[in-house]
């Protein structure tokens, strides 16, 4: 078993965090993805989508997307539950984890390959829509700090997939020149929570 990934990409290292969690130890094969490895006839033939982070399998099985990989080794190993233990809690963090997927991790990807020259070699850019999207990305800040004042995690009294999901999120858009502001103290809380895991430096 192996995965393909970039370590310094945000949706690689999401899996990296839930590995780590899990105490799970694995084989990574690195694809730069400046120079466009991704894009090479070997790597499309593994997942045509052109994405890190790839699981894999010893039979030969690939799982892009990394909610898929690690809903994989959720149930692989289903201690410690980073994806709810009933139903409850799955919903909770399911709800929370696609929120901040779609409204908050893609405008901050989006920002990125629009406003840098990281990717400008293989993907049309529209500055424009980037700045929308860093605007976009800036308002969840402060989305996310109301949301913390009274908990101490994204899904409630637990860590979970979704707090993974957004220390990730978080941590990229320094590539934004985006930071928490020092009047957003329950996210600042919260992130000194999630980065002090031993996990979050895998
Ligand atoms: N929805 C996908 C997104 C994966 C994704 O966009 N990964 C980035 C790295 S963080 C990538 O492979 N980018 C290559 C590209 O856009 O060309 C997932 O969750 O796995």
Redesign the pocket.
């Known amino acids: 078993m192996k995965i393909y990934e ?1 370590k310094i ?6 899996v990296r965090i839930f590995l780590a969690e899990k105490g799970i130890e694995m084989e990574y094969v690195e ?1 730069n ?1 400046q120079k ?1 490895e ?2 090479s006839a070997e790597f499309k033939a593994m997942n045509r ?6 699981l894999e399998l010893d039979d030969g099985t690939f799982i ?6 690690c809903r994989y080794f959720e149930e692989l190993q289903p201690e410690p539950r980073l994806m709810g233990r009933n139903p409850r809690e799955c919903g909770v963090i399911e709800m929370w984890n696609r929120i901040i ?1 779609l409204n908050w ?1 893609l405008p901050t ?1 989006m920002c990125f ?1 629009h406003t840098t020259d990281y ?1 400008a070699a ?2 049309k850019q529209v500055p424009e829509w980037g700045e929308l999207c860093r605007d976009k990305s800036r308002d969840f800040f402060d989305l996310l700090n109301d949301h913390l004042a009274t908990q101490p995690y994204i899904a409630g009294e637990d860590y979970s997939i979704a707090d993974i999901t957004a220390l990730c999120t978080l941590d ?1 858009n320094k590539v934004n020149q985006l930071r928490p502001q020092p009047h957003q103290e329950h996210l600042l809380a919260w992130h000194k929570r999630v980065s002090s895991r031993p996990s979050a430096s895998a």
């Open positions: 970039m990409a945000p949706s690689p290292r999401r694809v993805l466009g991704h894009h989508f052109k994405t890190v982070p790839l892009s997307e990394t909610v898929a990989i997927e991790l990807g390959q990717f293989f993907k990229f």
